[in-house]
């Protein structure tokens, strides 16, 4: 069952994080928010904002999410990033699996290549 509401959080969040705008993804998460990455696990907003921060600061990057599937209030979907690293642009694929209650985000797991094996 595909529920376009758990799509448009996701897309909202992706718009977010390429814009580079921190209220927005901030918004779209839950208070208790889980985010765990190929190198980190991170809990929460006072942990969240940070880390978001961090991860658009500097390097401007852009997400296209492709293949989005949607089940209920689960999301997955492979993206593709690209960024500015020493003045030079880098592409790098992304699995995202997403996991929403109440059109917030609740937990993430995405791996950039490279980063971590998928179980």
Known sequence: MVDDRVAAAVHEHVRAFSKGDLPAL???????????TGRTT????????PFFREAIAGLHPTLVVENLLVDRDRAACQMT???LWDGAERSYSIAAFFTLRD???VTAKVYREGTAELD
Do not use: Q
Request: no cysteine; proline share 0%.
């Open 42 to 49: 991170v809990r929460g907003r006072a942990e969240l904002e």
């Open 81 to 83: 990033e690209t960024l």
């Open 103 to 105: 059109g917030l985000i």
């Open 26 to 36: 901030m918004a779209g998460l839950a208070d208790d928010a889980v985010w765990i």
